[in-house]
């Protein structure tokens, strides 16, 4: 799976996440790293990522991802660890958060099940233009395609519903998720960038 910046000037490109995840990564970077923004800033190599998370983030305003794409890429280099482990751990997190905070009115439910059906609209407030279909669910499986996502950077979105969904399902009762994914289909183009389809199955006990 690839994660690269997205070819466009920061603050201009089509492919944008919410305000909360912008927040997550920065506090994590600022807080959780010794010295982090500082060393996590200078391994980015790129001032212009600096001066793009001086600004207030609102929570649910939408923001360019290729920035937060290229932070995430390193502050794994500081912390020694794969960019892929980093992002599905900040999900996981993020997801420990939203349940019982933000979206707790969407995301209280008895059972994985319950959990699972809601789970698509979750990323419709994540991510945008790109969306997700919920195909089917059931007590202990659900299916899901992931529409519109752009190919550089379809690891961002993979690795984040990896961390993200496993850990909602855990949080309703639905013990080792366990994640399967179709290969990649293209699915036109946005501003000279390819976009994918992917879908994804869940299973849990």
């Not at 059972?111 to 698509?120: C, S, V």
């Not at 992931?146 to 850990?167: D, H, Q, T």
């Not at 290969?183 to 389809?197: K, R």
Request: proline share 6%.
């Amino acid at each position: 799976m690839r994660l690269e910046p997205l070819p466009f000037p920061f603050g201009a490109g089509p492919f944008r996440g919410r305000g909360i995840v912008f927040k997550g990564y920065f506090e994590y970077v600022s807080r959780a790293i010794p010295d982090g923004a500082r060393r996590v800033l200078a391994t980015c190599r790129d001032p212009r990522v600096g001066e793009f998370f001086t600004q207030i983030f609102l929570a649910t305003a939408y923001y360019d991802l290729s920035p937060l794409i290229l932070l995430a890429r390193a502050a794994a280099r500081v912390e020694g660890v794969r960019v892929d482990q980093l992002v599905r751990q900040r999900a996981r997190t993020s997801a420990d958060s939203v349940v019982r905070g933000l979206y707790r009115n969407l995301l209280t439910a008895e059972t994985g099940a319950e959990m699972a059906g809601r789970l698509p609209r979750v990323f419709a407030r994540y991510f945008d233009p790109c969306h997700a279909e919920l195909e089917a669910v059931d007590d202990a499986s659900l299916r899901v395609r992931f529409r519109g996502l752009p190919a550089p950077a379809l690891g961002w979105y993979v690795w984040s519903n990896e961390g993200f969904v496993g850990r909602a399902l855990e949080i309703a009762g639905a013990a080792q998720p366990r994640f399967r994914w179709s290969t990649p289909m293209d699915d036109g183009a946005l501003q000279g960038v390819t976009q994918q389809s992917v879908e994804l199955e869940v299973r849990w006990r």
